[in-house]
């Protein structure tokens, strides 16, 4: 599976959008970008997943760029429960062993 | 709420105890996982099972011990545990690997 790199942490305003960025350079024509969340005391939380056309769901929007190797999750209108650890992940889409390769993630605190 | 019960909340134990962590899962999911998410420490894969067969052991010491005797309950034995086990245990399940994984909140795992 391919590696990602986002940024250690990012602040966001309350009522405002949070864009997480992910690189994901080396990523294959067969792997899905997905996004998974844990705030603080709690299991991880998936929140979508893409292979290369934008998608949308209750949670959030998944902007992938036309060469794949980049994403953004948006969170449309962030709320203090939105604080957590966001972590992006790279994987094939078919034939896996299950294992999901969490890294350091993005730790987003949305403030006041 | 999402589906996958863990239990204890919270375990403390000694070096020479046996105990047992459970997971159960009600969202008719075939594939079972644990995770263990150390401090400062990204989650890590420790066994895959699917269709109550272990499909991954992830170099996992053998003072764990994983059961699955059905597809809706996982459960991790522990025996002579060392210092460096504490951590938050995780456990997941999926339709199939191919599948977003559901975590429960899991069990944070004191040993002294």
């Known amino acids: 599976d391919a590696k990602t790199t986002q940024p250690t942490s990012m602040d966001c305003a309350e009522g405002r959008a949070a864009n997480l960025p992910c690189n994901h350079s080396?990523?294959?024509?067969?792997?899905?970008v997905y996004w998974y969340r844990q705030i603080h005391s709690q299991g991880p939380q998936y929140i979508i997943h893409?292979?290369?056309n934008n998608e949308t769901n209750e949670m959030a929007s998944l902007i992938i760029t036309e060469d794949r190797k980049s994403s953004t999750l948006i969170l449309p209108h962030a709320t203090l429960r939105d604080t957590a650890v966001y972590y992006c992940?790279?994987?094939?889409?078919?034939?896996?062993?299950?294992?999901?390769?969490f890294g350091q993630g993005t730790t987003l605190q949305v403030k006041p | 709420e999402t589906g996958v019960t863990q239990t204890p909340r919270h375990l403390v134990m000694g070096m020479t105890n046996k105990k047992s962590l459970k997971c159960e899962q009600h969202?008719?999911?075939?594939?079972m996982y644990w995770y263990k998410q150390s401090a400062k420490k990204p989650l890590e894969l420790m066994f895959v099972?699917?269709?109550?067969?272990?499909?991954e052991n992830n170099s996992v010491p053998s003072r764990f011990s994983p059961e699955c005797p059905n597809s809706s309950h996982l459960f991790l034995h522990l025996h002579t545990l060392q210092p460096e086990d504490s951590a938050l245990y995780l456990c997941?399940?999926?339709?199939?690997?191919?599948?977003?994984?559901?975590f429960g909140d899991g069990t944070r795992l004191s040993i002294l």
């Open positions: 997941a399940s999926s339709q199939n690997r191919d599948q977003p994984q559901h």
């Open positions: 080396t990523i294959s024509g067969n792997e899905y």
């Open positions: 893409g292979l290369k």
């Open positions: 992940i790279v994987r094939v889409s078919s034939g896996n062993t299950g294992k999901l390769i």
């Open positions: 969202l008719g999911h075939n594939a």
């Open positions: 099972y699917n269709f109550k067969e272990q499909t």
